[in-house]
């Protein structure tokens, strides 16, 4: 049974930055592509940036240059590095895996930034 715990959340100032994390159980993120997802208020669920299993990462345009993912292989965690941070930024954050895993859903962590 796949288990995301995602953390690190809160409110910043536009043009801060903040850490997420999100740790992983029930898989191997080494053998697994995985990726951070994101949903604001009122609009759907969406893909911002994910991690291949050899490394490659992919960022949507909104993010990138921002948005660095990482993973932790030891400890079975994966990172959000957020970087230059916009009040259109604001949403619930979530990890899954690429494509995402609809039963493994976790309860995100909240960032807020403010203008």
């Known amino acids: 049974q796949v288990q995301l715990v995602e953390s690190g959340g809160g409110l910043v100032q536009a043009g801060g930055s903040l850490r997420l994390s999100c740790v992983v159980s029930?898989?191997?993120?080494?053998?697994?592509?995985m990726g951070w997802y994101r949903q604001a208020p009122g609009k759907q669920r969406e893909l911002v940036i994910s991690i291949t299993v050899g490394g490659t990462t992919v960022a949507d345009d909104s993010v990138k240059g921002r948005f660095t993912i990482s993973k932790d292989y030891a400890a079975n965690t994966m990172y959000l590095q957020m970087n230059d941070l916009r009040p259109e930024d604001t949403a619930v954050y979530y990890c899954?895996?690429?494509?995402?895993?609809?039963?493994?859903w976790g309860q995100g962590t909240q960032l807020t930034v403010s203008s």
């Open positions: 029930g898989i191997r993120i080494n053998f697994n592509d």
């Open positions: 899954n895996t690429v494509p995402a895993e609809p039963r493994a």
